[in-house]
């Protein structure tokens, strides 16, 4: 259990100067070798009968090699610091959690927060709030409420107040501010998560607002910290979060990929792009797909032109209004948007069932967007295929003062990841339905 310092100084201390942190006080690393699905099932870890019953109804029989480690050890109230690859199921590992743990409020005693979770992005709160609802239908006490940016603070307050949820779904910033404006106590939490921790803590303001959340926890709580990919520096800072966390890492940082995952490169000219996005859609006899693209511009440029070509797609980005966002996300989940462009904004954590084709228009920027991208197809072991457009042009991310190339970055990938990317000539001959569609 967490007995972090309350105070932000804490952070910015060496981490070698806390007492009681051990960095590594029992890890568990599985390698590339291992099943994609672990042997035996959920009844296993003793869970509340109502939660299993919900587990059973969802349709899931085995826990996956990441809940399979982190499960039995997060139910008991450690804390854990869990790296695994894209669809592997990290999310139900502190659902599960935190609905086993989750205590019942006496009648006679005001409702109070229990735990809250911390993401970088809004649909990522929204899909969080949707899973607990799904299994939570035998737990009554365990509510829960979604906060983020683009709705009127002053709304939230109102449903706070309304009713205060047992646990509380988030993005820093606006946690923070309600926090700020006494609206949120998180004076009684005993349960902090972080997803995606990576994203969330390598910004300095969104880290700083995490921070601002945290140490307005109790100083004895749990901590869970879940990611694909994790770097030494982050880990580094994650771990002042945590007291003796165990660490959970799932394949080898070399082998953080998909099984049953197909992957594939075109080399070709920006002019070319177009035409070769039309033969993939014609060709693939996909489910969903997903386009990502590098700009807010040129996702809603190339929709519009695909819409012009009667191709049922939409844009997904940061500047649409919060409602049509949502919209799209429930769209797709109830599958009835086919195709979507989006910026990296869908690259991370979101989860579409039916998605097994994932085109990179724009190739990704970094190794580590690479690999949440192509991770939105082939969840949770179902078969995918992902093609990647790269182009021989030097690009520029003024911001991070960097410049790249897509062929430069696919080297990257095929070096830090050892994937077999493979490149495309011919897309009749190259692909078939046995590498994208589950038999």
């Given at each position: 259990m967490s007995d972090a310092a309350t105070d932000l100084a804490a952070f910015e201390d060496p981490i070698d100067s806390r007492p009681n942190t051990n960095q590594a006080a029992f890890g568990v690393t599985i390698g590339s070798n291992h099943s994609a699905v672990a042997l035996g099932g959920f009844q296993d870890f003793c869970l509340r009968t109502e939660l299993l019953n919900a587990i059973r109804e969802n349709g899931f029989e085995h826990p996956s090699e990441v809940q399979h480690q982190a499960l039995p050890t997060a139910i008991l109230g450690t804390d854990i610091l869990a790296q695994a690859k894209s669809g592997m199921g990290k999310t139900a590992v502190f659902v599960f959690a935190l609905l086993e743990q989750l205590e019942k409020v006496a009648d006679d005693q005001k409702p109070h927060v229990q735990a809250v979770i911390v993401v970088h992005a809004r649909e990522l709160a929204y899909q969080i709030e949707h899973e607990i609802k799904r299994f939570n239908r035998y737990l009554p006490h365990c509510t829960t409420a979604v906060f983020f940016g683009g709705i009127p603070e002053d709304e939230d307050i109102k449903r706070i107040k309304k009713e205060t949820p047992a646990i509380v779904v988030g993005t820093p910033g606006r946690l923070s501010s309600l926090i700020q404006r006494k609206a949120l106590d998180l004076s009684r939490v005993k349960h902090f998560v972080v997803d995606e921790f990576d994203?969330?803590?390598?910004?300095?303001?969104?880290?700083?607002?995490?921070?601002?959340?945290?140490?307005?926890?109790?100083?004895?709580?749990?901590?869970?910290?879940?990611?694909?990919?994790?770097?030494?520096?982050?880990?580094?800072v994650a771990l002042k979060f945590m007291v003796n966390p165990t660490m959970v890492s799932v394949d080898r940082h070399a082998k953080l990929t998909l099984h049953g995952l197909a992957q594939y490169f075109v080399n070709l000219t920006e002019g070319q792009k177009l035409r070769r996005l039309c033969d993939v859609l014609d060709v693939v006899d996909f489910n969903q797909c997903i386009i990502f693209v590098s700009s807010v511009e040129r996702s809603e440029a190339l929709n519009k032109q695909l819409q012009a070509m009667k191709f049922p797609s939409s844009a997904m980005h940061s500047r649409m209004e919060q409602t049509e966002r949502l919209r799209i996300y429930e769209s797709c989940k109830k599958n009835e948007t086919r195709i979507v462009v989006s910026t990296d904004l869908f690259g991370r954590g979101v989860d579409i069932d039916r998605i097994n084709l994932v085109v990179q228009f724009d190739m990704a920027s970094d190794p580590d967007s690479y690999l949440h991208r192509v991770g939105r197809a082939g969840r949770f072991g179902t078969k995918g295929v992902t093609i990647a457009f790269l182009t021989e042009e030097e690009k520029e991310i003024k911001r991070?003062?960097?410049?790249?190339?897509?062929?430069?970055?696919?080297?990257?990938?095929?070096?830090?990841?050892?994937?077999?990317?493979?490149?495309?000539?011919?897309?009749?001959?190259?692909?078939?339905?046995?590498?994208?569609?589950?038999?």
């Open positions: 994203r969330c803590l390598e910004d300095a303001k969104m880290r700083r607002d995490v921070q601002n959340v945290f140490v307005k926890t109790p100083q004895q709580k749990q901590v869970l910290m879940f990611s694909a990919t994790m770097t030494d520096e982050l880990k580094t991070e003062n960097r410049k790249y190339t897509d062929t430069g970055i696919m080297k990257e990938v095929q070096e830090r990841f050892e994937m077999q990317v493979k490149e495309l000539t011919d897309l009749k001959e190259q692909l078939d339905q046995s590498q994208y569609m589950n038999q």
